[in-house]
């Protein structure tokens, strides 16, 4: 990864940081971390959520990682209707 796209990083991650209406985040690294620090994802309804703090910590350790703050209302929709969708395939 160029230097430009490091620094742009850095500006958004301490932008999240201060940022006090954040209290989660996706993390991105091209793609969204799954649950757990545990592979990756295009989805951010399968992608894991992070307290702002777990997000940092783990930021501080790989310049690469991009924090995405979480519209909580807008997660909890998108999550609620992948729901619904995953119900019509529940088989009884």
């Known amino acids: ?50 307290t702002k703090e777990e997000a940092l910590k783990c930021a501080a350790n790989c310049s690469e990682l991009t924090l995405v703050p979480i519209d909580i209302a807008k997660h909890n929709q998108r999550i609620m209707a992948e729901i619904k969708d995953l119900s019509t395939r529940i088989i009884t």
Request: proline share 2%; aromatic share 14%; charged share 20%.
């Open 1 to 50: 990864m160029n230097k430009t796209a490091l620094n742009r990083i850095a500006r958004n991650n301490a932008k999240v940081a201060k940022n006090k209406k954040v209290t989660h985040c996706y993390i991105s690294k091209g793609s969204y971390y799954r649950p757990n620090y545990c592979g990756y994802t295009d989805y951010t309804t399968r992608a894991g959520v992070y």
